[in-house]
């Protein structure tokens, strides 16, 4: 399998790439290619003390980066030198199996809808990260960013498309949908989450879905659902308090120990356990998103992705090409267009 990694996207670009790309080759068995500037990659490894480019990596020239402040609109274009367009570019020849950048969300969104192309029948594609639960499982929340003014066609959509990523790439054979909503009543929202709730109860009745109804955004974490679904928007906003309190325990915990010696004591009692729940609340074991909706796998990196981040980020890419989910939404898509004729 090989992996094509934007080396110039991210906050500690060439570095953290390059560097969890060596571990990736090394752990996985893979190929990757880095994307970016021959001379900058290969100073990362001079850095580190690597004469060679490590067997299973090769080097892809592209002297351009997406800025992050480029008008996403624009930078196919503008930025057809650049290392995410020639990346995505690789992907949508056959050139790898999978693409992976941690640089602008929205130049990447737009870069893989118009060279990677959405999947036939798909309207818009989806950032669908995956978040952890109490039960050790995980929920992916569709949409969290991309799409931030929804129609209930999309909404549908999106519970189809991330339910199918979840029983192929994740496992789990009868993923639970659920919509995003301030009550669990069917009569409870605005007029796009009852028009969508109408469409996703009759989609989990013809079979396509298992739709369990509305989901407040406190039974999220709680593990009451595989797939959360809901606009951009509100998905960011869910998103966004989840990783704020996560955060605000942690520190809360660091605080807590460091009180007294018999708290300090406790520490060293429960140190392990503690690292257990540090650990699945760290967002560079989860690596990235994938676009949901792109025919072939395209994950977005954290922007602050460190080399663990890069690693898990690959790593979540090889299991999305695995999955091969595609064909499998192709089918369902069809399927549901047979039932509305």
């Known amino acids: 399998m090989k992996i094509i990694l934007d080396a110039m996207g991210g906050d500690h670009a060439p570095e953290a790439p390059v560097m969890g790309a060596i571990d990736a080759v090394k752990d996985f068995g893979i190929e990757v290619v880095l994307v970016g500037r021959g001379e900058e990659i ?19 020239h592209a ?34 199996d999978a693409f992976v950048s941690a640089g602008s969300t929205g130049a990447l969104l737009t870069g893989a ?30 949409d969290c960013g991309a799409n931030v003014e929804c129609t209930p066609e999309f909404l549908l959509q999106f519970g189809l498309v991330a339910s199918e990523y979840v029983r192929n790439v994740m496992g789990v054979q009868n993923p639970r ?3 995003l909503n301030n009550g669990t009543e069917d009569s409870k929202g605005t007029p796009l989450q009852k028009e969508a709730y109408a469409l996703l109860k009759d989609a989990g009745e013809k079979g396509l879905l298992n739709f369990v109804g509305n989901v407040e955004a406190r039974a999220v974490p709680l593990g009451e659902v595989d797939v959360i ?10 998103l ?41 609340l760290d967002y560079r074991e989860i690596g990235g998103t994938q676009l949901l909706g792109i025919k072939k796998p395209v994950v977005k990196a954290h922007g602050s992705s460190d080399p663990l981040a890069f690693h898990s980020a690959i790593r979540q890419a090889i299991a999305a090409a695995d999955g091969n989910f595609t064909a499998q939404l192709e089918q369902r898509l069809a399927a549901m267009k047979e039932t509305e004729a």
């Open 113 to 142: 809808t118009l060279l990677v192309k959405r999947v036939k029948g798909i309207r818009r594609a989806s950032l669908a990260p995956a978040i952890p639960t109490k039960g050790g499982g995980s929920v992916i929340i569709c």
């Open 177 to 179: 949908v659920g919509l």
């Open 42 to 60: 290969l100073e990362v490894l001079k850095k580190h003390g690597i004469e060679n480019l490590p067997n299973g990596m090769e080097i892809a």
């Open 229 to 238: 679904v809901c606009d951009g928007f509100s998905g960011n906003v869910l």
């Open 240 to 280: 966004k308090s989840i990783e704020g309190t996560a955060m605000f325990m942690g520190s809360m915990m660091k605080k807590m120990f460091k009180k007294n010696v018999f708290s300090k004591l406790g520490y060293l009692l429960c140190k392990s356990g503690v690292s257990d729940i540090v650990k699945i």
């Open 63 to 96: 002297e351009d980066v997406v800025d992050m402040h480029d008008d996403p609109g624009s930078v196919i274009h503008k930025r057809k030198n650049s290392s995410m367009i020639i990346g995505l570019k690789m992907l949508s020849e056959g050139k790898g």
